[in-house]
């Protein structure tokens, strides 16, 4: 089953044991903790790649389209899906003999993605081929590309909310080896929405810290448009286009987790 599935993703794992990890998602095991960790990561992983691939395929709009085109094709049943399309679910069911919830795909998607990830050295380019061939069947129906003008900053702040996710779960993941995934996502829910971003801006940007983020009228606007648009996090998107690395972000999530892991 391995050997099939990293055929399947396109990536071979250098240490066979986060694989055997990831795949234990389903069991009501020791390791499953382990694989639930990898899935907290391997979500924020796929979320940026999913946002990078439909801006630089085309996608426009304000932002309320952009999330909700990146909800059509980063939602549990579109993963559960697609991960039953790809035949990962087939080598799955073989090895263990048993069926598994088409609901548990996307856990078991994310799982794996999370763990190469971490086995890759955290290092997004390695496994960027997988997750654009799993998402983009859809994604191509929806966007065009790819495109050469400049992104907005409305677009930028949409990529760098999602760079700066990827940051703060990866330094949870990897400075707290014993938290569970349920621990991991209240103390990410707790930083993500810390004060010191906008502080982080307001001292780089002072009153001007803060962009214009339209929302349809009439409609209260989602938890997101206050990363969105603080310009600190559109200077991590901006870094990112420009090396493919998240390192700067990574600076930044330290410094903004150092308080709740010391």
Same mark, same amino acid.
């Given at each position: 089953?391995?050997?099939?599935?990293?055929?399947?993703?396109?990536?071979?794992?250098?240490?066979?044991?986060?694989?055997?990890?990831?795949?234990?998602?389903?069991?009501?095991?020791?390791?499953?903790?382990?694989?639930?960790?990898?899935?907290?990561?391997?979500?924020?992983?796929?979320?940026?790649?999913?946002?990078?691939?439909?801006?630089?395929?085309?996608?426009?709009?304000?932002?309320?389209?952009?999330?909700?085109?990146?909800?059509?094709?980063?939602?549990?049943?579109?993963?559960?899906?697609?991960?039953?399309?790809?035949?990962?679910?087939?080598?799955?069911?073989?090895?263990?003999?048993?069926?598994?919830?088409?609901?548990?795909?996307?856990?078991?998607?994310? $799982?794996?993605?999370? $763990?190469?990830?971490?086995?890759?050295?955290?290092?997004?380019?390695?496994?960027?081929?997988?997750?654009?061939?799993?998402?983009?069947?859809?994604?191509?129906?929806?966007?065009?590309?790819?495109?050469?003008?400049?992104?907005?900053?409305?677009?930028?702040?949409?990529?760098?909310?999602?760079?700066?996710?990827?940051?703060?779960?990866?330094?949870?993941?990897?400075?707290?080896?014993?938290?569970?995934?349920?621990?991991?996502?209240?103390?990410?829910?707790?930083?993500?929405?810390?004060?010191?971003?906008?502080?982080?801006?307001?001292?780089?940007?002072?009153?001007?810290?803060?962009?214009?983020?339209?929302?349809?009228?009439?409609?209260?606007?989602?938890?997101?448009?206050?990363?969105?648009?603080?310009?600190?996090?559109?200077?991590?998107?901006?870094?990112?286009?420009?090396?493919?690395?998240?390192?700067?972000?990574?600076?930044?999530?330290?410094?903004?987790?150092?308080?709740?892991?010391?």
């Amino acid at each position: 089953m391995y050997e099939e599935i990293q055929d399947i993703m396109g990536y071979s794992f250098q240490d066979q044991r986060f694989l055997a990890e990831a795949t234990a998602i389903g069991f009501q095991t020791p390791v499953r903790k382990k694989a639930e960790r990898h899935e907290f990561l391997g979500d924020a992983v796929i979320e940026l790649i999913a946002r990078h691939g439909l801006l630089h395929y085309g996608l426009r709009g304000p932002l309320h389209r952009l999330l909700c085109v990146r909800n059509d094709i980063t939602g549990n049943d579109f993963f559960d899906r697609r991960c039953a399309e790809l035949g990962i679910l087939e080598q799955y069911k073989t090895q263990f003999v048993r069926d598994i919830d088409p609901k548990e795909g996307a856990d078991l998607l994310e $799982a794996l993605i999370g $763990a190469a990830y971490v086995d890759s050295g955290y290092n997004i380019i390695a496994i960027t081929t997988f997750i654009m061939k799993a998402i983009f069947p859809i994604g191509g129906r929806i966007v065009h590309g790819p495109r050469r003008d400049p992104y907005s900053e409305v677009e930028l702040g949409y990529l760098g909310s999602s760079i700066t996710r990827l940051a703060v779960r990866e330094t949870l993941y990897r400075k707290s080896p014993d938290a569970s995934a349920r621990d991991m996502h209240f103390a990410h829910a707790h930083v993500i929405d810390a004060a010191c971003l906008t502080s982080l801006a307001q001292k780089k940007y002072g009153d001007d810290w803060r962009i214009e983020v339209p929302w349809p009228e009439g409609t209260k606007p989602c938890d997101e448009v206050d990363l969105v648009a603080n310009r600190f996090v559109i200077d991590l998107a901006r870094d990112y286009l420009e090396t493919r690395s998240i390192e700067k972000s990574r600076a930044v999530a330290k410094a903004i987790t150092h308080d709740l892991l010391n």
